[in-house]
């Protein structure tokens, strides 16, 4: 059996990010602006707790991204 | 004569809602009572010897044994396992009779050819279907086979793991057999487990002893249930009542959020959809289903079967009808299950007299899906399900469901 399919999922995204943790490049795309930064945070009272730092962003190329950083694993993810 | 075998895991229950935790069940420990009750459910042997039994009020067993542990009951996981079981025991070709989680029998006869040894008697050739049995469970269970199937549990109980006790012959060997057992075992039949203390208080300590004694006495003193005991207690039995093979349908969804509420009964939706939507259905409507969830924070299982007042494939009733169950829960769920348990016969549409133009188009949509699930699978027609449209991760604001047309 399998299971439900859910929609806006994670994926995968490859993003520099400056030492402050802003992001530069996302897929090889250069960073025009931030239109909004938000953090959040849920299920802190169990084992698999969540903390991302979510980032709205327009690339050089005019595509509007959504991307976040797992501030647990330190990985980067693009969700729609 | 019949052959029967008896298959007994003792603490069952107690042991999967333990799961790996062995030292739980090293030490005292007794499944918490069930919501609603005060009593405690299957106990270890450690806290056997605190004089804690089962079934007694969870106040006086914390009085006997301070330091006993409450194991969450896993009424859900617990099914699932007999059920594999089960179905481990009827791959072998065995006609199984479950009498309660952790007890089946099963008639022998008809497996001895196949599993039986080629030499000896049946009692010799019994052996082989034993091991065909033990091969198929792969769990520590307790064997025993008489002629009838209150010999063959008691034989069961007096078993060793590896060592099953076989009673050879007829009536009149199990009688023999069972009449040194004290009358207590008759407690195993819930219409006689009142009778044993008032057979203690009478002087009548052994199954042997009862069997003694004239019917007729037996049925003027305690009526029916005098008959049936002195029936047992004599060898005999009713025939056993095997269960019909069984499907295995069944549809889970783990939610990720704690879920209750509103949220549940979406969830419930999604389950129903994609239950309705298997192949596997095939066009029949559900007579019984299971709802039961996994809790939060470890808190165990939560089982809840529901039989349907007529066999239903209309989800909107569906949903009206157990819906109300989620309420019943005692936590926010993990993951929430459904599962079949009965199938009806094959749902039918009538034709109405004067055709309206909608339910025409919905029945041509009814019929394309239909077509295009038996062409592309459950997955072919979906739509979109807001589960949770007001939470702050989009992953699980929505996802794709079974269009039920």
């Given at each position: ?80 | 004569m019949a052959l029967i075998v008896c298959l007994l ?80 025991l009827e791959?072998i070709g065995a006609a199984v009779e ?6 089946v029998c099963f008639d022998a006869r008809g497996l001895l050819r196949l599993h039986g040894t080629r030499v000896g008697g049946d009692a010799d050739r019994v052996k082989g279907v034993v091991e065909a049995a033990r091969r198929a469970v792969?769990?520590?269970a307790r064997y025993g086979v008489a002629p009838a199937r209150f010999a063959a549990v008691a034989a069961a109980a007096r078993a060793r793991?590896r060592r099953p006790v076989i009673v050879a012959g007829g009536r009149r060997e199990a009688r023999a057999f069972l009449a040194?057992l ?49 029936e047992l207690?004599s060898g005999g039995d009713g025939a056993l009542r095997p ?163």
């Amino acid at each position: 059996m399998s299971g439900p399919r859910r929609l806006s999922v994670p994926r995968r995204v490859a993003v520099r990010a400056g030492e402050d943790g802003l992001p530069l490049e996302v897929d090889g795309r250069a960073v025009d602006g931030v239109r909004e930064s938000w953090l959040l945070e849920d299920r802190w009272w169990t084992e698999r707790p969540l903390r991302r730092r979510y980032w709205e962003l327009v690339t050089v190329c005019g595509r509007n991204e959504v991307v976040f950083h797992d501030l647990l694993s330190g990985r980067w993810w693009r969700q729609r | 004569m019949a052959l029967i075998v008896c298959l007994l895991l003792p603490r069952f229950q107690l042991t999967t809602a333990a799961g790996g935790r062995d030292e739980l069940l090293r030490g005292p420990a007794a499944l918490a009572p069930e919501p609603g009750s005060q009593q405690v459910g299957e106990v270890s042997l450690a806290a056997e010897a605190f004089g804690v039994d089962p079934g007694m009020r969870l106040g006086e067993a914390l009085a006997r044994c301070p330091a006993l542990s409450l194991i969450p009951p896993d009424p859900a996981g617990v099914a699932d396992a007999w059920e594999r079981l089960l179905v481990r025991l009827e791959s072998i070709g065995a006609a199984v009779e479950p009498e309660r989680p952790g007890l089946v029998c099963f008639d022998a006869r008809g497996l001895l050819r196949l599993h039986g040894t080629r030499v000896g008697g049946d009692a010799d050739r019994v052996k082989g279907v034993v091991e065909a049995a033990r091969r198929a469970v792969r769990a520590p269970a307790r064997y025993g086979v008489a002629p009838a199937r209150f010999a063959a549990v008691a034989a069961a109980a007096r078993a060793r793991a590896r060592r099953p006790v076989i009673v050879a012959g007829g009536r009149r060997e199990a009688r023999a057999f069972l009449a040194p057992l004290p009358v207590a075992l008759l407690r195993a039949r819930p219409a006689l487990a009142e009778l044993p203390e008032a057979l203690e208080r009478l002087g009548i300590r052994t199954l042997g002893e009862l069997a003694a004694l004239a019917p007729p006495a037996l049925a003027d003193r305690f009526g029916t249930a005098g008959v049936l005991a002195h029936e047992l207690a004599s060898g005999g039995d009713g025939a056993l009542r095997p269960r019909p093979a069984g499907e295995f349908l069944r549809e889970l969804l783990e939610l990720p959020e704690a879920a209750s509420g509103l949220q549940l009964e979406r969830g419930l939706g999604v389950l129903i959809d994609r239950l309705l939507a298997r192949r596997e259905r095939r066009g029949r409507t559900l007579r019984a289903v299971v709802l039961s969830a996994a809790l939060v924070e470890r808190g165990g299982t939560w089982r809840a079967p529901v039989v349907f007042r007529e066999a239903l494939a209309d989800p909107v009733r569906m949903r009206l009808a157990l819906s109300p169950r989620l309420a019943l829960m005692p936590a926010p769920a993990e993951e929430l299950r459904l599962a079949v348990e009965r199938f009806g016969p094959p749902a039918s549409e009538q034709r109405a007299l004067l055709k309206d133009p909608a339910a025409a188009r919905r029945e041509r949509l009814r019929e394309a899906i239909r077509q295009t699930r038996a062409a592309a699978g459950p997955d072919a027609a979906l739509r979109v399900l807001e589960v949770d449209p007001g939470s702050r991760f989009p992953e699980r604001r929505a996802l794709l469901t079974p269009f039920d047309g």
